[in-house]
């Protein structure tokens, strides 16, 4: 069973950046599929990035590409968002989710990943 935990919310100002990081424990996740989510209360959790086992191939979603970098330390078993140039809309609770299937194809839905974290509050002030 893995269980993942997410650290580095917080509140920031428009402009301002904040680094994510989402620890796993219980088994190493160097093959899993990692991801990063975001969810508005009342709203669907949206896919915000993913990366393969290695960062060779990452996958963002078109309203943070360009500002987020997703990266994994294997050996650290943990994974990171680095967020620039964040805006107010980028309010949300974060959650970090692993994909065991992994492969090259990286899953943008809340479906294609089976262990999620508690998340982490990211609030943007304007």
């Known amino acids: 069973q893995v269980q993942l935990v997410e650290s580095g919310g917080g509140l920031v100002q428009a402009g301002g950046s904040l680094r994510l990081s989402c620890a796993a424990s219980g088994r190493t996740v160097s093959s899993y599929n990692m991801g990063w989510f975001r969810q508005v209360p009342g709203q669907e959790r949206e896919f915000v990035a993913a990366?393969?086992?290695?960062?060779?191939?990452?996958r963002y979603s078109d309203s943070v590409k360009g500002r987020f970098t997703i990266s994994r330390d294997n050996a650290k078993n943990t994974v990171y968002l680095q967020m620039n140039s964040l805006k107010p809309e980028d309010t949300a609770v974060y959650y970090c989710?692993?994909?065991?299937?992994?492969?090259?194809?990286?899953?943008?839905?809340?479906w294609g990943y089976g262990y999620w974290g508690q998340g982490t509050q990211v609030t943007v002030s304007s």
């Open positions: 990366i393969w086992e290695s960062d060779r191939i990452t």
């Open positions: 989710a692993a994909d065991r299937s992994g492969g090259p194809i990286l899953a943008t839905t809340r």
